[in-house]
């Protein structure tokens, strides 16, 4: 069964951190184009950041998150992370984890998990 979940969400003071992972089970990561996604309540899903799955791996990020965040993968864990540090309210959002293989019509997605910036 092919799942994705995500972990690691919850309620943080600005400037902090967090780490969010996303657990792969039915399939391996490293064969797809992986990445992070959010969204805000009445606003679009937005990309955060992604791993490709060709060229070496080649990581990029919204401008938003640049030199804050860091997208990594543990193959042997078949997990995707995403370091999240000098936090800020306006990160606050559901972040979704994502798997996609475009040419083969495969687009896996999470469930979720909420990152609250607040004091």
């Known amino acids: 069964q092919v799942q994705l979940v995500e972990s690691g969400g919850g309620l943080v003071q600005p400037g902090g951190s967090l780490r969010l992972s996303c657990a792969a089970s039915?399939?391996?990561?490293?064969?797809?184009?992986i990445g992070w996604f959010r969204q805000v309540p009445g606003k679009e899903r937005e990309g955060v950041s992604c791993?490709?799955?060709?060229?070496?791996?080649?990581?990029n990020y919204a401008d938003s998150v640049k030199g804050r965040f860091t997208i990594s993968r543990d193959n042997d864990k078949n997990t995707l992370y995403l370091q999240m540090n000098s936090l800020k309210s306006e990160d606050t959002a559901e972040y979704f984890c994502n798997a996609r293989r475009i040419i083969y019509g495969i687009d896996y997605w999470g469930k979720g998990t909420l990152v609250t910036v607040s004091s």
């Open positions: 791993i490709s799955s060709s060229g070496g791996g080649v990581r």
């Open positions: 039915g399939f391996t990561l490293d064969d797809y184009a």
